[in-house]
């Protein structure tokens, strides 16, 4: 039987993007923004997960959280507001001293990576990712990366790819990493799981450059990488062995993982720039001080979140940010790239803004290390002068 989330929020719209996410994290979901109805289905339909928006014009959260201690609900809670955290850690101590199971606090507003990692973090059936099935999978070699075209938006000329890991399951099939990284991260095991993706990327460009393919690859790195000096000698030293360009090697930094220990980050990455890899903000305008870290940080790519890019033909205020976004970069001498290009109206608006390099199931969907030679081949044969799609 699936986990039933059921969510309580005053805003439809919202309370639709959670039950989306959580529809696509195998959540059974409810949504009701009335009082009365979320009181019927708390005991009628018996929810096994519960988000709870603190802060409604018909009912305070802190009165509900009261009725689910009467009525010894067991359901796993997340309390909700866009409100001051304090007021949200208030309100999460009320619920835990009354016996509630207040699994965490969620902002608005939040990415729907960040949910799904939450949403997948809680579940309670069996599929949940363990940390010792993760150690059997490192060991097993089931963690690979897969590759996500990234394409030159003026030129329709492919320019690389981005390398993101999956974990080929032998039962449960791809499971994608907003699952594990939160795991590996938390249990210390993201070291490995890093070394083996970045291993197998580098390889894989050695074995391109074998058969005549110049590809640029991107890694992602988490914060918790960032924390041995050695870390730009060790891929230097993969590099030579493999005989690939640092150059031709970016790593892409979330600006939250930039943040977390400022001080060694900034040593390792300045190193790695000194190596000659590039580096990349990635998720740009979602962290809490993006501009500070661009400042610190020596990065050579921005790369602007989804959450921008998907609506930038849509809002004029999502396309003033990218717009802003793309001249920021340029004026610092950086390269822009635009993740989450989900339609060819996107990517006209993109490259009519100057966006230097597009990526998006437009493009590509990321792909296993196989296929990438054939999409080449069909790319090209598609787009002989560089257009896309008729344009
Ligand atoms: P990211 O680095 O921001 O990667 C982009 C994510 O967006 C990928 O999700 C990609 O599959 C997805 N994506 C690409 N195009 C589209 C599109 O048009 N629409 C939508 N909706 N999504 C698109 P994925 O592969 O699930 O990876 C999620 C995140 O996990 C990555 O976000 C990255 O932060 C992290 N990650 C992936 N691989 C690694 C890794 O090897 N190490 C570390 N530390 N983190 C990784
Ligand atoms: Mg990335
Ligand atoms: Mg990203």
């Known amino acids: 039987m699936s986990d039933r989330l059921l969510v309580i929020d005053d805003e439809p719209d919202f309370a639709n993007f959670v039950a989306r996410v959580a529809e696509s994290c195998a959540y059974e979901v409810r949504t009701t923004d009335n009082p009365t109805e979320f009181r019927a289905l708390c005991t009628q339909w018996r929810p096994s997960h519960i988000i709870l928006d603190l802060v409604m014009p018909e009912a305070d959260g802190v009165e509900l959280l009261r009725y689910l201690a009467g009525v010894l609900c067991s359901a796993r809670i997340w309390i909700m507001s866009g409100f001051d955290g304090r007021v949200v850690d208030a309100a999460r101590r009320i619920g835990t001293e009354r016996g509630l199971d207040i699994v965490g606090t969620l902002q608005k507003p939040m990415r729907a990576k960040e949910l799904r990692a939450v949403l997948e973090q809680h579940h309670t059936e069996e599929t949940v990712v363990t940390v010792e099935a993760l150690e059997e999978a490192l060991g097993r070699g089931e963690i690979l990366p897969f590759y996500q075209p990234k394409v030159v938006l003026n030129s329709l000329q492919p320019v690389g790819f981005e390398a993101l890991a999956r974990w080929q399951h032998s039962s449960q099939g791809t499971i994608c990493p907003d699952r594990f990284i939160p795991v590996a991260e938390a249990s210390g095991q993201i070291d490995a799981l890093s070394e083996t993706v970045t291993r197998q990327a580098v390889s894989q460009m050695g074995e391109w450059k074998g058969m005549g393919i110049e590809a640029r690859v991107a890694i992602n790195l988490s914060a918790h ?167």
């Open 225 to 391: 990488n960032l924390h041995e000096e050695a870390l730009a000698d060790r891929l230097n030293a993969l590099c030579r062995h493999v005989g690939v360009p640092e150059e031709s090697i970016t790593i892409e930094i979330t600006e939250t993982a930039a943040m977390a220990e400022p001080l060694r980050a900034l040593d390792i990455l300045t190193r790695l720039r000194i190596k000659g890899f590039k580096l990349s903000i990635d998720d740009f305008g979602t962290g809490f001080s993006s501009l500070v870290q661009l400042h610190r940080l020596p990065f050579s790519e921005l790369k602007i979140d989804q959450s921008f890019v998907k609506e930038c033909d849509s809002s004029r205020e999502a396309r003033i940010i990218v717009k802003t976004m793309i001249e920021l970069a340029h004026n610092l001498d950086m390269s822009v790239v635009a993740e989450g290009v989900e339609t060819e109206a996107v990517l006209q608006t993109l490259a009519d803004l100057g966006c230097d390099v597009g990526q998006g199931y437009a493009l590509a969907r990321p792909m296993g290390a196989g296929s990438v030679p054939a999409w080449l081949a069909q790319w090209a044969a598609r787009h002989p002068h560089g257009e896309f799609g008729g344009r």
